[in-house]
């Protein structure tokens, strides 16, 4: 890991670039120099003592509070959530379409908060392309549950409310790059719609068991400028 | 020990990229840390559960400082565990498994709280609210002196509400540094930030944070010790 050197700056700061270090002074983050020069000014400046006392109040009573107690079964709700992600059930073929509408329900929901949200959305617009190369009839349900049309061999959808700093920290999760502001995501029916519900920071399990699990996708996320 | 089933297709887990041990005395020591990733990258399920264990209140602490609440932190800090769960195979070991633990808390944070915000959700906290300071404490504290407990609970309550007050970016800073005690090195590593962006941000979170708490850490407020 390569080591941080000090900013050294400061045989002669001025004021203000004192008052910008007082808090690194405290924590013993500044140079000699920096040091002998604050020192020196506070012995004269009432108004610059004034501002680092209540600088080292403040940061006393942050390093005497305690770290909230975390709860005490984290690893078995780790554990259950793990186990329910690995056991999402596959619902049977008359469970399939109730399934396929709830999710059709919530899609539309979302749709209407996107189209909301494109007014103010600030930085960017996301399109997601999925290509399905070897798609089943079977595998409409699954297109429909990852926000897709139903029957269609490639489509493309919008999600205007996803920033960019979502998709590349998923993708660097994923152990993804991104180039040109495009990645390739490639894995199951099920692999790409968690990727996809994740980008849309939803509940991976609303999507679970929906997807065929045999079919690989590839999906292609493509950063654009966004609307204004 | 139980090992993790599969979540592969062929249910197998990726091959794991973190250092491995060396015997040679010129290559500094692996980190015990990561030795554990290496072997839950590898699919032992106990050696996973170690980790959580040992990240619980790391996790937990700087989500519940971020986010405020309890019951959204106990659940961001399980979706980061999970995160980290697929993300091992992938963990090349080039930076401290700490540091990348806390980046994936830090990025999720955010992420929750933008996802919060746009639905106005947990704007409103008081301190002065009993729930609010109860959030701050757990029931297995309770062998603790209790008037300890209770200055305890006010104190990061207080702490709380002016961590609210400031924006996320600034917030993150202080709780790395001033809550969680990382280094600015570690803090750089966290955020991605510049040296000089992260001292220079911190100082103008400091600076904010003292003016929200001055009505209780001032001479005249709450008596904190040197």
Known sequence: MTRLELIVNDKNPSRDEMREQLDAYIDGFVSEDMRAAIEAALAQDDALRAEYEALRRTMSLLHQTDRPAPPVDMVARVRHRLAAERAAPMPGDDEMDKVVDLAERRLLKRAVLFTASVGIAAAAALFVVVGLPQMAEGGAHGVAAAGLSLGARAATISVADVAATDVEMLASEAGLTMLDGTLVFEGTGAEVARFVFKLRSDKQAEVRGVVPDGERIRLTVKLTPGAP | ?226
């Not at chain 2, 769960?85 to 992420?111: Q, V």
């Not at chain 2, 996802?115 to 404490?137: M, N, T, W, Y």
């Open chain 2, 1 to 226: 020990m139980d090992k993790i089933p599969a979540t592969t297709e062929d249910g197998k887990r990726p091959v794991a990229t973190l250092p491995r041990r060396s015997d040679d005395p010129d290559v500094p020591p692996v980190d015990p840390d990561l030795a554990i990733a290496r072997r839950a990258a590898d699919g032992d399920m106990g050696a996973f559960d170690a980790l959580v264990s040992l990240y619980n209140a790391r996790v937990f602490a700087v989500a519940f400082r971020m986010l405020g609440d309890r019951a959204e932190a106990e659940d961001l800090a399980q979706e980061v565990f999970v995160a980290v769960y697929h993300a091992l195979p992938e963990f090349r070991g080039d930076s401290k498994l700490s540091t990348w633990m806390y980046r994936i808390t830090k990025n999720r944070c955010l992420n929750r709280i933008k996802f919060l915000k746009r639905r106005h959700i947990g704007e409103h906290q008081d301190i002065h609210d009993p729930a609010v300071a109860s959030q701050v404490g757990d029931p297995g504290q309770q062998k603790r002196d209790p008037r300890r407990l209770l200055e305890q609970q006010e104190l990061s309550a207080l702490v709380q509400s002016g961590l609210q007050k400031l924006s996320p970016e600034q917030r993150e800073l202080v709780v790395l540094r001033d809550l969680e005690d990382l280094s600015y090195e570690e803090i750089v590593h966290v955020t991605g930030l510049q040296l000089g962006t992260v001292k220079s941000r911190l100082h103008r979170a400091r600076a904010h944070l003292a003016k929200i708490l001055a009505p209780v850490t001032g001479p005249a407020g709450l008596e904190v010790a040197p």
